[in-house]
């Protein structure tokens, strides 16, 4: 079993759609909850991190983490066709080492 | 100004020989990582270096050795290439130990033929 797993879609929404994202652990000693974008053909690049439980907001990107349940989100507001990318999840246990999932791809149609 | 950044960008060899990827983060960062994602996507971390010491050096083939100049640089040198050794390789770092937040490279992309 891995450490994360994400369902790698693809998923296709229309533009200004709410888009949700997610994906659950096995490990129940991940504190750090990371989400990163990652454009075609270039990096990941860090969207926002949660340390512990709770939600974080950052613009139109609110981040969620539920641990009792092994389950974390991200949802997108208002989607707009440059969000098209692949969103990966990541946990760490200390912020050293990080676990990904498989990533989603997501296609936002204008 | 690439905070990292990585050569080359694309690497196409033939199975059995050698080869090195050169990484370079100009961020100031004391920690550096390699990372290998494979056809599905799925990114799993390599090594990580924390001020040119090995920190984290995952279940990877001895064919693959990585070396630390100083703390700015991270290279990855892959001896006799295998098929199966095709993938992106990216490198990234972060600014100290248990700092969740990393930059990552462009990528490396490794057909081995």
């Known amino acids: 079993q891995k450490e994360v797993e994400q369902d790698p879609g693809p998923l296709s929404v229309p533009e200004g759609a709410i888009v949700s994202l997610n994906c659950t652990y096995s490990?129940?000693?991940?504190?750090?909850f990371m989400w990163y974008r990652q454009y075609s053909r270039k990096g990941p690049e860090l969207l926002m991190y949660t340390y512990s439980s709770g939600n974080k907001e950052d613009g139109r990107f609110t981040a969620q983490v539920d641990k009792s349940s092994k389950y974390i989100s991200l949802f997108i507001r208002d989607s707009q066709p440059s969000d098209s990318a692949t969103y990966l999840c990541?946990?760490?246990?200390?912020?050293?080492?990080?676990?990904f999932g498989t990533g989603t791809s997501l296609t936002v149609i204008p | 100004d690439t905070a990292v950044s990585q050569t080359p960008k694309y690497l196409v060899t033939q199975m059995g020989n050698d080869k090195s990827i050169k990484c370079e983060q100009n961020?100031?960062?004391?920690?550096m990582y390699w990372y290998k994602q494979d056809s599905k996507k799925f990114l799993k971390i390599m090594f990580s270096?924390?001020?040119?010491?090995?920190?984290i050096n995952e279940t990877v083939p001895n064919r693959f050795s990585p070396k630390s100049p100083d703390k700015a640089h991270l290279n990855l040198h892959i001896n006799s290439l295998e098929l199966g050794d095709s993938a992106v390789y990216f490198c990234?770092?972060?600014?100290?130990?248990?700092?969740?937040?990393?930059?990552f490279g462009q990528g490396t992309r490794l057909t081995v033929v």
């Open positions: 990234a770092s972060s600014q100290e130990q248990g700092t969740p937040e990393a930059f």
């Open positions: 990541a946990m760490s246990l200390t912020g050293n080492q990080f676990y």
């Open positions: 961020l100031g960062h004391d920690t």
């Open positions: 490990n129940s000693a991940f504190q750090y």
């Open positions: 270096y924390n001020n040119k010491e090995l920190i």
